[in-house]
């Protein structure tokens, strides 16, 4: 089975569950999400293909490693911004639109098929989202990453803690109905990171700013 083949039944086996707004919203998501701005801003400001530098990853912590701080803020926002952005439009078509339009940015971003269903690992498109789901959410999971990157200065540790509380954060301060959605984008999220999880038990987990080893 390709790659194309496995997007293709997760999004029928979503699509089963979710209805038809839901599966609109999901395609609708998922083409925003998509747009993978860290590679696109490193080609115009003269980096390159992003995906040969570091991690090879299109996300704001590999496009850090280049240098350039502001590059990197600008991705992060940018790619933010793609999850909000869904879930807002989402939201003026109902729960069911708006929450397919959650989980489609966030499998737009990890596997676009611009890309070859090769792209970045979610956690801004994330922490976007749940910004837009719920601000109070989506503030305390942000405030959590940031405690967690200053003191171990590791982007992918502080992203793993702060999505895993995102579902303790819904249900006591956001909607719990939205718990499950969440919960999934926490999973997501840590499957993505599979293999930063071997590097930090291995201690071997880069810092922020510090160029991944070969």
């Known amino acids: 089975m390709n790659e194309f083949t496995a997007i293709l039944r997760v999004f029928e086996q979503i699509a089963q569950h979710i209805g038809a707004d839901g599966t609109i919203g999901l395609l609708g998501g998922y083409l925003l999400g998509a747009m993978p701005f860290g590679l696109i801003l490193c080609y115009i400001f003269g980096y390159g293909d992003i995906r ?24 992060l926002i940018l790619d933010s911004s ?36 090769k792209g970045g690992k979610g956690v801004a498109t994330t922490l976007g989202v749940l910004l837009a ?7 305390a999971a942000c405030v959590t990453w940031f405690v ?22 819904t ?18 999220a840590w499957l993505r990171h599979h293999q930063n999880i071997r590097r ?15």
């Open 52 to 75: 040969k530098i570091g991690s090879g990853n299109i996300g704001a912590t590999n496009v850090l490693r280049t240098g350039n701080k502001f590059l990197a803020l600008i991705t």
């Open 82 to 117: 793609k999850g909000a952005i869904a879930v807002l439009i989402g939201w003026q078509f109902g729960p069911a639109f708006a929450f397919g339009a959650a989980l489609g940015s966030v499998l737009g971003h990890n596997f676009p098929i611009w890309l070859k269903f």
């Open 133 to 139: 789901l719920s601000w109070p959410v989506g503030l």
């Open 148 to 169: 967690v990157a200053l003191i171990f200065r590791m982007s992918s540790l502080a992203a793993l803690i702060a999505l895993a509380a995102a579902p303790f954060y």
């Open 171 to 188: 249900l006591y301060i956001g909607e719990p109905k939205q718990v499950y959605l969440v919960a999934l984008l926490t999973v997501i």
């Open 200 to 214: 930090i038990l291995k201690g071997e987990e880069p810092k922020i700013g510090q160029k991944k080893k070969a």
